[in-house]
C-alpha cells in the first residue's frame, strides 16, 4: 500500500451514470484483481473506494457509478488533473491454473473487478464465460467489455439477452452440464448471496467481492466489517483489509 499521484487521461461518460476513469501513474507493487484504491476528492474528507477495473504497467481503470456528493465532483474532472491515491489494497481473487473452465458474474458496478480479472484469465488462456446481468439493456456497457471472453447477457426486463436475474441464469448453464471449475462474482448483496447457494448446491468453488461501505479503507476504523464463519459460529471481518474478495462459503449471509 503506497500514496501515489495519479494523471486523468480520461474520464468518459458510458451509460446511467456510469462512468470510466483512465489514469496515469504506477504502484511499485502490480495490484491483483479484487483490490481496489481510496481516491482523495476535495473537499471531502474521507477518501472514497473504488474496485480496479483495468491495469497495466502506467496505467489505471476505474469504473464508478455517481451516486452522491463525491461522485458527482469526480465525473467533473478533467484530463491532465491529479488525483491522490492510496492502493492497492484489499485481497483479490485468488486464481490457480489448474482452473481450466471459469465463471465470472457480475452486475452494476460490481463488474469492475471481474473486467481486470477477465483480462489476467485472458493471458493464461482460460475458457471464461462472464455472466452480465442488468436491470435493462440502457445499463450494460459493451464498449469496455474485453475480447476474447464468451459473454452471456441478462436483462431483468427481457430487453436483451436472458430474461431474468444474473444468478439464475448462469444456474441454468451449470444444469445443462456446464460446470465451472470456480465462480468469481461481484455486484449487490443479494446476488451474490444466491451466488454463494447455487455455489453450495452444485459444490462449485465461488469467490465474491463485497460492497461494503469503508471509511479508512485500511482496516483501522472497522466500519466495514461482515461476519465470518469460525470454530466459536462466527466473527467480524474486514471487508476492506481481509477482503473484499471472500470464499462464499466462509460469509455468515444474512
Known amino acids: 500500500m503506497e500514496a501515489k499521484k495519479f494523471i486523468i487521461r480520461k474520464n468518459l461518460y458510458l451509460t446511467d451514470k456510469l462512468f470510466l476513469l483512465e489514469l496515469e501513474g504506477t504502484f511499485s507493487q502490480k495490484p491483483h484483481p479484487g483490490q481496489f484504491i481510496h481516491i482523495k476528492i476535495e473537499p471531502f474528507f474521507l477518501r472514497r473506494p ?120 448462469m444456474e441454468r448453464y451449470i444444469k445443462k452440464g456446464e460446470i465451472p471449475d470456480v465462480i468469481y462474482a461481484g455486484g449487490p448483496y443479494e446476488m451474490l448471496k444466491k451466488i454463494a447457494e447455487i455455489s453450495e448446491k452444485w459444490n462449485i468453488p465461488a469467490f465474491v467481492s463485497m460492497e461494503n461501505r469503508m471509511a479508512c479503507g485500511t482496516g483501522i476504523c472497522y466500519g466495514c466489517v461482515t461476519k465470518i464463519k469460525s470454530k466459536k459460529g462466527w466473527e467480524y471481518k474486514r471487508v476492506c483489509k481481509d477482503g473484499p474478495v471472500f470464499n462464499s462459503k466462509e460469509v455468515l449471509w444474512e
Open 50 to 169: 473504488f474496485s480496479i477495473a483495468g491495469y497495466k504497467e502506467g496505467f489505471l481503470k476505474v469504473l464508478y457509478r455517481t451516486t452522491g456528493r463525491a461522485t458527482d465532483v469526480l465525473k467533473t474532472k478533467k484530463e491532465g488533473e491529479v488525483l491522490d491515491i492510496i492502493g492497492p489494497l484489499g485481497r483479490g481473487f485468488p486464481v490457480k491454473n489448474s482452473q481450466k473452465n471459469v465463471y465470472l458474474v457480475g452486475g452494476g458496478t460490481g463488474i469492475a473487478p471481474l473486467l481486470f480479472l477477465s483480462e489476467e484469465l485472458l493471458k493464461n488462456n482460460l475458457h471464461t464465460t462472464f455472466f452480465y446481468g442488468a436491470k435493462t439493456t440502457k445499463e450494460i456497457v459493451f464498449n469496455i467489455l474485453p475480447y476474447g471472453v464468451r459473454y452471456i447477457f441478462s436483462t431483468d426486463d427481457g430487453s436483451y439477452g436472458n430474461k431474468g436475474v444474473v444468478s439464475k441464469v
